[in-house]
């Protein structure tokens, strides 16, 4: 008996992961971790001076508002059975409604404090089911030109949950750049939800390396009609200190839809600043218990995009952008807050062919919807288990009790899906196979893609060893639907027991799409009877003759290869062997495209 280890093979789609990363490589300094600092001051208490003055970042001063997000025909809408169910008790209301009566929960005096760029505050996350605080908080900060005036910082509610993260997660608002400062002033008032406990104010300095002003400017629009990667700078290029990572990622089976995000940050950062930007986001989001970034991309306004976290750009690396909604979806966070300016045109450029190459490795339709669970977060619309359609290119509001990506980018979302599509032109979206495996004898499965232009098509069938056997054509209009079936046959008769491998190319006037592939298992019809009379009983000598080869299945008959299977092969009377009197024989037997493990006796 010999146990033969085969190739297990998957019946799913697949879609190769091998793109190259292009290369960015400015001259000059080199690529190295910086760490960034991080001061943490905890606040407690109102200052009664600073209460007393009229310039006490109130609400009204501040300014103080959350922007309630613009509907979307088809989106955000519940299906199924959870349709009519609405956010649970002890989650947040809609955008713009606040408590009756906020109360001030601390309020500090003028603090000076060491050298820092980015500011956010960070509280205890009750565990679930418990109400999760949401407090207001308004803060300012000290440079050489003095104070500057009070700004509110983006809450999330309840923190985002982190799938990788191990250990003890907090809550806390976005971190927010505010350039070189030596001083701050924080309020705090309890707004909607129980007072939060455990406040604390996180500064931090990002540090600075000689190749942060070195990364190359952004590249140009690209004209191919199909989506082609773009140049993204890696995490080593914004210098981060890969040994801060807690674990490693969290891999999703798919990716389903993009959600658009922004930082909250300064828009008047310059091209320089942009990685101690993203360390200092990077620290902050490790002070929240995250194990790495939370974004997997990021876009500043020079039109660059960046890598986030870590795992391969290629890859379904599960982030922590979206509370509720992580799963299936990857984040892309513009940097600046887009509240209150407006995006830039490299910045929307280089969004549109970051999400045109992304969501054609997944074959996602951009101007598609698509259905998604919500998991467990208090600041989602919708309680853990619901089924909601939502749009394949969404904003972060359209799923979580948010302003982001804030009322200056939000309304674009409807011009970058349009965008991305003409980008992609030929594409081949929410490819299925009718069928993974089917009996010897009967036909093969169709191939299922959506398009958004008038394309033609080709189905192609190989088996394991590489060459195509049979091919089947045909064309699609406009935005409409390919089904492309093999019929289960190779030449005149059926194709074998096996394994087949199945490629559907298409191309439009623009461009080629990428292809989708599927594996199809043609498994073995029942075993013949058993074989009759009666063994030879003997001995005698060895005696060598020519090697002959007795069958092959590739060209013959269908053998019974399943579980359990036997298959009977005549021996005596061929290849030199005497008909009668012999014992025994010696076989060579070669196994090509097993779909399992299996042993052979």
């Not at 992304?358 to 467990?376: I, S």
């Not at 073995?524 to 299945?553: E, H, K, M």
Request: a positive charge.
């Amino acid at each position: 008996m010999r146990r033969l280890t085969l190739l297990l093979l998957t019946t799913t789609l697949a879609v190769p992961v091998t793109t190259l990363l292009p290369t960015v490589s400015p001259g000059g300094a080199r690529p190295v971790p910086v760490p960034a600092a991080v001061h943490t001051l905890p606040l407690t208490g109102v200052d009664a001076r600073s209460a007393r003055t009229g310039d006490n970042g109130s609400v009204a001063a501040a300014g103080v508002r959350e922007s309630q997000p613009a509907s979307i025909p088809g989106a955000g809408e519940a299906v199924g059975p959870g349709a009519a169910v609405r956010p649970t008790p002890g989650t947040l209301p809609p955008p713009g409604v606040r408590a009756a009566a906020a109360t001030l929960i601390v309020l500090t005096p003028q603090l000076s404090a060491s050298s820092f760029s980015t500011l956010g505050v960070t509280w205890d996350l009750p565990a679930a089911p418990a109400p999760r605080p949401n407090p207001v908080v308004v803060v300012r900060t000290h440079s050489g030109s003095g104070w500057s005036d009070w700004s509110p910082l983006d809450t999330e509610a309840g923190g985002l949950t982190d799938p990788s993260a191990q250990g003890v997660q907090r809550a806390g608002t976005e971190p927010t750049w505010v350039g070189p400062s030596d001083g701050v002033q924080v309020r705090v008032e309890r707004g909607n939800g129980p007072p939060p406990t455990g406040l604390r104010a996180e500064l931090i300095d990002p540090g600075s390396s000689a190749y942060d002003g070195q990364v190359g400017s952004a590249p140009p629009a690209s004209a191919a009609a199909v989506a082609q990667q773009p140049v993204v700078y890696s995490r080593a290029s914004w210098g981060a200190d890969e040994s801060r990572v807690r674990s490693g990622p969290t891999l999703m089976p798919e990716i389903a839809a993009a959600v658009i995000h922004h930082t909250t940050d300064s828009t008047s950062y310059s091209s320089s600043q942009v990685p101690g930007m993203i360390r200092a986001d990077y620290a902050y989001h490790l002070r929240l218990g995250w194990s790495d970034l939370g974004y997997n991309f990021l876009v500043d306004r020079f039109g660059r995009i960046w890598e986030g976290r870590r795992g391969g750009i290629t890859a379904a690396v599960q982030g922590a952008h979206a509370g509720g909604f992580n799963y299936r979806t990857f984040g892309v966070a513009v940097i600046g807050n887009y509240e209150r300016s407006t995006p830039s045109w490299p910045a929307l450029g280089a969004l549109q062919r970051l999400l045109a190459w992304k969501l054609d490795l997944a074959h996602d339709d951009p101007l598609g919807t698509t259905v998604l669970v919500a998991g467990e977060y208090s600041g989602a619309r919708w309680p853990a288990g619901t089924s909601v359609r939502v749009p394949v290119i969404m904003g972060h509001r359209d799923v979580d009790y948010t302003a982001c990506p804030g009322a200056k980018l939000y309304p674009w979302l409807a011009r970058i899906r349009s965008g991305v599509a003409s980008l992609m032109q030929a594409g081949l979206f929410n490819p299925s196979a009718s069928a993974a495996s089917g009996a010897y004898g009967t036909a093969g499965p169709t191939i299922t893609a959506r398009t958004l232009t008038t394309q033609s098509w080709t189905l192609s069938v190989a088996d394991c060893t590489g060459p195509v056997f049979a091919t089947r054509t045909g064309s699609v209009s406009g935005r409409g639907a390919v089904s492309a079936k093999w019929d289960g046959r190779r030449g005149a008769g059926w194709a074998n027991p096996g394994v087949y491998d199945l490629r559907l190319d298409s191309r439009s006037g623009s461009g080629s799409a990428r292809p989708v592939t599927a594996s199809y298992v043609v498994t073995a019809p029942p075993p013949g009877p058993a074989p009759t009379g009666n063994p030879v009983q003997g001995s005698g000598g060895i005696v060598p003759v020519t090697p002959v080869r007795l069958l092959d299945s590739r060209t013959g008959p269908a053998l019974a290869t399943g579980p359990g299977g036997r298959v009977d092969v005549a021996v005596t009377g061929r290849g030199g062997i005497p008909a009668d009197g012999t014992a025994a024989v010696a076989l060579s037997v070669t196994a090509l495209c097993p779909s399992a493990a299996t042993t052979l006796t």
